[in-house]
C-alpha cells in the first residue's frame, strides 16, 4: 500500500514555519490550558467509558442525542472507522480530496469522479450525474474541499442528498474546516441531520481549536443505527483524559461562538494577502474559503522552501492533481511573509 503523506512532518527536519498543517492561526484559547491542567489531575483514572458526558454535551449545542454522536482521536479515527462500516461496499470519492479516504476505504470498491481544474475541482451537478452512473454506497464530500479550500453550497449538497436517498447511498460530508470559513455555517448541513437517515457529518475539535496535539473528533448522525455500527468498530477508550477535559470545556464555553467568529476573519484577511500576492504575480491559485491556498508553481518549491526553514504542502500525491500544486495553511503574518518573500 502506498505511503500517505501529511502535513506536520516537522520531525527530523529544520523548520521554523510550519505552512503545511491547516489550524486555527489564532492558536488555542486560554480556556485549553485550563482543561489540560484539569486532564493532568486525571491522570491516574481512565477517559469515561463510551464518552457519554462529552457527547452529550456537544448533542446540547447542535440539538442531538449522545446517541447521534460518536467521538474519535481526530477526525482520522473517525474516517478509519467509516472504512471498516462501509468494507466490502462501493464509494464514490470526489478527488482531488484528502489522501486519508483513500487508505481508509481500501477494503472499498472506490470509484474516483475526477473534478474539472477549471472549475475550481468544486463539487457540482456533475457529481449527481456520476451517482448515477456509479450506484455506490457512500460518497464522501469535503466541505470546504482539502486541499483547494473550496466550499460546495448547501442547496448542492440537498441535492446530492435527495438523489443519494433514491438510491439509498449515504452521503459522509466531512467539514473538518469549515467552523474557520466565513460562509461555514451558510454550507453546513449540521442543521439538517435529523432530516435524513443516509447523512453523516465529520468535524473536527482539533482543526478549530488549534489542538493537533489533543487529538479530538466527531461524528454525528440522524440514524442512531449507523452511529451504535460505527461506535462498536471503537476501542473501549478511544480518546484520552486530556482529549475529554478539552472537548467539555469547547462545547460548554460562552465565548466560543465570539472565539471562532473573529478566527474566520482573521483567516479570510491573511488568505486575501497571500491571494492577493499570487494574483500579482502570475501564480495561479484556487480561490478558496478556508484557513489554505492551492496553487501552481513551475519549480520545486517543497525543497526551495525547506531550505528556507518553511514546511509547505506538496500535493503531488493528490490524485486528480498534477504535479506542481502545492498548499498553504495561512498563518501569522511573520510565517506569510518570510514564505512570500521566499517564492
Not at 241 to 250: N, P, T
Not at 256 to 270: D, M, P, V
Amino acid at each position: 500500500m502506498n505511503k500517505i503523506h501529511h502535513g506536520g512532518d516537522i520531525y527530523g527536519k529544520e523548520i521554523v514555519y510550519d505552512l503545511s498543517v491547516n489550524m486555527n492561526p489564532l492558536g488555542p484559547p486560554a480556556i485549553i490550558a485550563e482543561a489540560i491542567r484539569n486532564a493532568g489531575d486525571r491522570i491516574d483514572e481512565y477517559p469515561e467509558y463510551e464518552s457519554r458526558s462529552l457527547r452529550r454535551m456537544i448533542g446540547r449545542c447542535y440539538g442531538l442525542g449522545y446517541e447521534n454522536i460518536i467521538c474519535g482521536n481526530g477526525a482520522s479515527e473517525l474516517i478509519s472507522v467509516l472504512g471498516r462500516l462501509f468494507s466490502g461496499k462501493r464509494l464514490l470519492l470526489p478527488v482531488p480530496s484528502f489522501v486519508g479516504y483513500e487508505r481508509a476505504f481500501s477494503g472499498s470498491e472506490v470509484i474516483f469522479g475526477e473534478m474539472d481544474e477549471a472549475e475550481g475541482y468544486v463539487a457540482d451537478e456533475h457529481l449527481t450525474e456520476m451517482m448515477a452512473r456509479v450506484q455506490p454506497d457512500a460518497v464522501i464530500i469535503t466541505n470546504p474541499n482539502n486541499p483547494t479550500g473550496r466550499l460546495t453550497g448547501k442547496e448542492m449538497l440537498i441535492r446530492l442528498l435527495s438523489v443519494a436517498e433514491r438510491q439509498r447511498c449515504f452521503v459522509i460530508v466531512d467539514e473538518s474546516f469549515i467552523e474557520l470559513c466565513v460562509r461555514g455555517d451558510d454550507c453546513s448541513l449540521i442543521d439538517i441531520i435529523s432530516d435524513y437517515d443516509n447523512l453523516i457529518v465529520i468535524r473536527s475539535v482539533t482543526k478549530s481549536f488549534a489542538v493537533a496535539g489533543v487529538r479530538l473528533g466527531y461524528m454525528m448522525s440522524g440514524n442512531k443505527e449507523i452511529m451504535a455500527h460505527a461506535g462498536s468498530l471503537l476501542p473501549e477508550w478511544n480518546i484520552s483524559v486530556f482529549a475529554e477535559e478539552v472537548g467539555k470545556a469547547v462545547f460548554s464555553w460562552a465565548g466560543r461562538n465570539e472565539y471562532l467568529g473573529r478566527s474566520k476573519a482573521y483567516i479570510k484577511e491573511k488568505r486575501m494577502i497571500l491571494e492577493n500576492a499570487f494574483r500579482e504575480r502570475g501564480i495561479k491559485y484556487i480561490p478558496g474559503d478556508g484557513n489554505f491556498v492551492a496553487f501552481k508553481y513551475d519549480t520545486d518549491l517543497y525543497e526551495k522552501m525547506l531550505g528556507n526553514k518553511i514546511l509547505i504542502r506538496d500535493c503531488s500525491d493528490y490524485r486528480g492533481m498534477d504535479k506542481g500544486w502545492y498548499r498553504v495553511a495561512v498563518g501569522a503574518d511573520s510565517g506569510s511573509i518570510v514564505f512570500l518573500h521566499s517564492l
